[in-house]
């Protein structure tokens, strides 16, 4: 079965920019969504289709992806982004999620 | 906005069937869109259980099929969870949301999600 694999954890220094991995076999050739979750909160939609946001999330967050790996990056990280993120695709007609990675801002 | 919320009982006996129902409203559940349940263990990460259209078409976690129904009711505009033989490991956060799919790119992803609602198994 296929699998996402992504770090446990980054930390990032206000205002730096935060970059999560998500890696999987031929990654680059499916379409990547990431979520942020917050402590207690329902997860969020951050990125669909490698790239695209939603209404309402910030230009600070954007995608790419290629080969075996898609990348979230968080440009300019604010206190408020610390969260769990997870990077979701379809295999098969099956859906896969990361194991999700913490990113603490410090 | 397309809202959705799940209900059902907080406490399943080993063995039993779980049974949870997603209320969806701002949208239709016949709109172009799938619908999802997808879990997560206390501490631990996302799984997602399936989907289903409103054709009754569904697609579920292979690891997890056997014990599985997704059904739509499109006179309540909701759709409902049940997964039977439960044992502690089904202990979870369980949430529904809405899965738009690009059948081009075949991709999908979920949004929104409900608040959840914690599943426990236990005697």
């Known amino acids: 079965s296929y699998e996402l694999t992504q770090p446990p954890s980054v930390s990032v220094s206000p205002g730096q920019t935060a970059t999560i991995t998500c890696s999987g076999n031929?990654?680059?050739?499916?379409?990547v969504s990431w979520y942020q979750q917050r402590p207690g909160q329902s997860p969020v939609l951050v990125l669909y289709?490698?790239?695209y946001r939603p209404s309402g999330i910030p230009e600070r967050f954007s995608g790419s992806n290629s080969g075996n790996t898609a990348t979230l990056t968080i440009s300019g990280t604010q206190a408020m982004d610390e969260a769990d993120y997870y990077c979701?695709?379809?295999?098969?007609?099956?859906?896969?999620f990361g194991g999700g990675t913490k990113l603490t801002v410090l | 906005q397309v809202q959705v919320q799940e209900s059902g009982p907080g406490l399943v006996k080993p063995s039993g069937t779980l049974s949870l129902t997603c209320a969806v409203s701002?949208?239709?559940?016949?709109?172009?869109?799938?619908w999802s349940w997808v879990r997560q263990p206390p501490g631990k990460g996302l799984e997602w259980i399936g989907d289903?259209?409103?054709?009754?078409?569904?697609d579920y976690n292979p690891s997890l099929k056997s014990r599985v129904t997704i059904l739509v009711d499109k006179s309540k505009n909701q759709f409902s969870l049940n997964l039977r033989s439960v044992t502690a490991a089904d202990t979870a956060v369980y949430y529904c949301?809405?899965?738009?799919?690009?059948?081009?790119?075949?991709?999908?992803?979920?949004?929104?999600w409900g608040r959840g609602t914690l599943v426990t198994v236990s005697s």
């Open positions: 949301a809405r899965s738009p799919r690009s059948y081009e790119h075949d991709s999908s992803w979920f949004d929104p």
């Open positions: 701002g949208v239709s559940i016949i709109s172009s869109n799938w």
């Open positions: 289903i259209y409103h054709s009754g078409s569904t």
């Open positions: 031929t990654l680059g050739e499916k379409y």
């Open positions: 289709q490698d790239n």
């Open positions: 979701q695709t379809r295999d098969s007609n099956t859906v896969i």
